[in-house]
């Protein structure tokens, strides 16, 4: 299948040109990683208790996935991954500086530091492997 027949299955009922103008084929991957110490969490379950609210907040508030990806065993530290997928760098950008944001005004935590990127790419360039998938 042509990248243009695969355009036009996704079209959804835009022309291609309103697309390509939209920035409907790209794809940006955003991806913030935070390491919290949490001085009053004196066991793991206080921990829990504030992890679980904030990565509840965080999703409600901001549309993105965040899950503790280290030091779970640790009862007064917390590494965050947070993820979103976006059509623009912009809106990725803007979102994760709103999530550091609200990291760095917590009462329960402090950001001791913070590691972001942002992946782009264009989903009209598959190979033959997202051709096959489609």
Same mark, same amino acid.
């Given at each position: ?34 390491? /919290? ?16 609210? /904030? ?24 590494? /965050? ?21 609200? /990291? ?31």
């Amino acid at each position: 299948m042509s990248s243009s027949a695969i355009a036009r299955s996704r079209s959804s009922g835009r022309s291609e040109s309103a697309q390509h103008d939209a920035g409907a084929d790209a794809v940006v991957v955003a991806i913030l990683q935070a390491e /919290l110490a949490i001085p009053g969490a004196a066991s793991l379950k206080d921990k829990r208790r504030v992890v679980k609210s /904030l990565k509840d907040r965080l999703h409600r508030e901001h549309q993105v996935s965040v899950a503790e990806v280290a030091a779970q065993d640790i009862h007064n530290v917390a590494v /965050l991954g947070v993820a979103m997928v976006s059509g623009s760098g912009e809106v990725a950008g803007a979102t994760l500086d709103r999530v550091e944001n609200k /990291l760095r005004g917590l009462l329960d935590a402090e950001v001791v530091a913070t590691m972001r990127e942002i992946l782009q790419g264009d989903a009209g360039e598959m190979g033959d492997e997202g051709e096959d998938a489609a």
